[in-house]
């Protein structure tokens, strides 16, 4: 199956500061997914984007397909979008979607 | 209701009882998804539901795991015997084909 993984790992940001999350993927995909999850474990879905370039305010991801990866920016970070950031693919047939570590991001004040 | 909404949000048993965990999708998302959460971790696939077939189980840990949904809606995940390992945060998620999932708040499980 599809192998995904992620970078950093853990990212220590000042408020303000902007960022870039890495996620790596072994297969071609026709389905890729960004979520945060909060301190209070809520999942939240961020971005459907299987290719292309799309933006949500102070986010924006893009994913290369050809190149099995996808970047998800977060702009003038603020204290709320601490949490864990998770990555999920799926293959060219639709069903599952195997979801990568995470990258724990913590924003200070 | 507006979202995904599972059933109970937390529930203890001990070890060797069976549990039923209950997950309702949004109206008319025909996929559903449980996931396992292990403190700390990342998310485990468990099983996958198109409608009420399930195209993909490949990742339900043991025999004692089983899944069934009904009426293309609610789908109850059960574990049999429970064990101390099978601690951990159940989380369900629907979506409509090639679009984004939404997960519920998930169902915490401690096994004593």
């Known amino acids: 199956g599809i192998q995904v993984e992620q970078s950093p790992p853990d990212l220590i940001l000042q408020e303000g500061a902007n960022s870039t999350l890495r996620c790596n993927f072994s297969?071609?995909?026709?389905?890729l997914q960004w979520f945060h999850q909060n301190p209070w474990g809520q999942l939240i879905n961020l971005f459907y984007i299987p290719s292309g370039t799309k933006q949500n305010g102070r986010l924006s991801a893009t994913t290369v397909a050809t190149e099995r990866y996808s970047l998800l920016y977060i702009s003038s970070s603020q204290t709320t979008d601490s949490g864990v950031y998770f990555c999920a693919a799926g293959g060219t047939s639709y069903g599952k979607l195997t979801f990568g570590q995470g990258t724990i991001l913590t924003v200070h004040p | 209701g507006a979202g995904v909404s599972q059933s109970p949000s937390n529930k203890v048993t001990e070890k060797g009882k069976d549990v039923e965990l209950r997950c309702d999708p949004i109206?008319?998302?025909?996929?559903l998804y449980w996931y396992r959460q292990s403190l700390g971790q990342g998310l485990e696939f468990l099983i996958y539901f198109q409608g009420n077939s399930a195209p993909d189980k490949s990742g339900l840990p043991s025999d004692r795991f089983s899944a069934e949904r009904t009426g293309g809606s609610v789908s109850t995940l059960t574990i049999q015997r429970t064990q101390q390992e099978d601690s951990a945060v159940y989380l369900c998620?629907?979506?409509?084909?090639?679009?984004?999932?939404?997960f519920g708040n998930g169902t915490r499980l401690t096994v004593t």
């Open positions: 297969d071609s995909v026709n389905n």
């Open positions: 998620a629907s979506s409509l084909r090639w679009s984004p999932l939404h």
């Open positions: 109206s008319g998302h025909t996929a």
